[in-house]
């Protein structure tokens, strides 16, 4: 009779090869670099609007207030007429920049409405917000 030898494999490597996941992880990273689209995002424009000489020049003013309210030139109209306004206020002063003035507290959504018009129609618009205590420190 033979003796039938059993063979114990013993297999001293237990480790899994990760080299066939790093390469699927590098493709994929390649694939969605390339892929990949940037937007160039354009923000507010802070700047006020100067003359050439650094003092302020001629300018359409335009105010919202804590209450959401708009005014041009110190009279309050609605929202949908503020283009309105602005252009009769711009036959006396033709070329001026527009001045935009909110409260820290005004409704985001109409600020960005006006700005937006008055730059769609070609206005060079300055934007800077205020505090209510301020402005009324500054009207009295």
């Known amino acids: 009779m033979s003796r039938r030898r059993t063979r114990t494999l013993t297999d001293d490597s237990t480790e ?8 699927i992880v590098f493709i994929m990273l390649i694939f969605f670099i390339v892929t990949a689209v940037f ?8 700047t006020k609007a100067q003359g050439g000489d650094g ?10 207030n804590a209450k959401n ?3 041009v030139e110190g009279r309050i ?7 309105a306004e602005v252009q009769r206020h711009l036959v006396n002063k033709p070329g001026a920049p527009i001045d935009l003035r909110a409260d820290e507290t005004a409704r985001l959504a109409d600020v ?11 206005r060079t618009v300055s934007f800077e917000t205020y505090v209510a205590s301020e402005e009324m420190a500054r009207l009295h």
Do not use: H, W, Y
């Open 39 to 46: 937007l160039n995002e354009q923000g507010i424009d802070f």
């Open 16 to 23: 899994v090869d990760m080299t066939p996941m790093l390469d």
């Open 112 to 122: 960005v409405t006006i700005k937006d018009g008055m730059e769609r129609v070609g």
């Open 55 to 64: 003092a302020p020049t001629a300018t359409v003013s335009i105010v919202i």
């Open 77 to 83: 109209v609605p929202i949908s007429v503020v283009e």
């Open 69 to 71: 309210e708009v005014s």
